[in-house]
């Protein structure tokens, strides 16, 4: 497979998201970006970039993303997909509620494996597709006091069904990234967190910026990952 050029991204509207749409769509890929409240920083990229299709969904309502995605020729023809869904509540493991659970794990999870599902097809048929999910540091560490439900539902996407196994030989590549605290807007609204206590236990000593997220999403999505695969892979620096 030669020049791949055409992407979904979930979650484009994120910070991160936007940074990783711009990397695509600078090297000349096109670029279908999902959102389901931030158009704004979307709309801007649309400005100046015509490959750039948008779509909006709220992945909560599952049954109904279930009933979208089977539209006929919706994802067809795609070489690449990226999850980068961020839907987050702060939820304790005292008072979670079962429909916190749920909303987490359809937003940030079961959406994920529909569109895997469907996507598959047109990739085997080119004998080549790059698939790269966003994970969180957040796993690792038991999702902190108030992340239960979020880092429960990304902890998810760091499985990998024995099905994708039947895949890398068809040269389609699946690997999660454990993304890092990065310097975002969700960051910031979180005003219960104190960010210097919490950057000093970065071995690194500072947050990630979107943009080195982001080149680690694009070479994973690109031919120049020709075997890396079926791997967590972790950008904290060094947690």
Not at 23 to 29: H, I, R
Not at 213 to 237: D, H, M, R
Request: aromatic residues 12%; proline residues 3%.
């Amino acid at each position: 497979m030669k020049n791949p050029k055409k992407i979904l991204i979930l979650g484009a509207s994120s910070d991160i998201g936007i940074t990783t749409t711009k990397l695509f769509l600078e090297n000349g890929w096109e670029v279908v970006g999902h959102y389901n409240s931030n158009l704004k920083s979307l709309k801007k990229l649309m400005s100046n970039y015509s490959k750039l299709k948008v779509f909006k969904f709220d992945l909560k309502n599952i049954y109904k993303f279930e009933k979208y995605i089977s539209k006929k020729n919706f994802l067809k023809n795609f070489d690449s997909f990226v999850s980068l869904t961020g839907y987050i509540k702060p939820t304790t493991f005292q008072n979670f509620k079962i429909k916190d659970m749920h909303d987490h794990i359809n937003a940030n999870y079961l959406s994920n494996l529909l569109i895997i599902r469907k996507i598959l097809k047109s990739m085997k048929k080119k004998k080549w597709g790059r698939i790269v999910l966003g994970g969180s540091i957040g796993t690792k560490f038991g999702g902190g006091s108030n992340n239960l439900a979020y880092s429960l539902s990304k902890f998810n996407n760091e499985f990998f069904p024995s099905y994708y196994k039947t895949l890398y030989p068809l040269n389609i590549i699946v690997n999660t990234l454990q993304i890092g605290v990065s310097k975002t807007k969700l960051h910031k609204k979180l005003k219960s967190k104190n960010m210097k206590k919490r950057i000093k236990l970065i071995p690194l000593k500072r947050m990630a910026n979107p943009d080195e997220i982001a080149n680690y999403i694009y070479y994973l999505c690109s031919e120049k990952n020709s075997l890396l695969t079926g791997s967590i892979i972790n950008a904290s620096g060094g947690e």
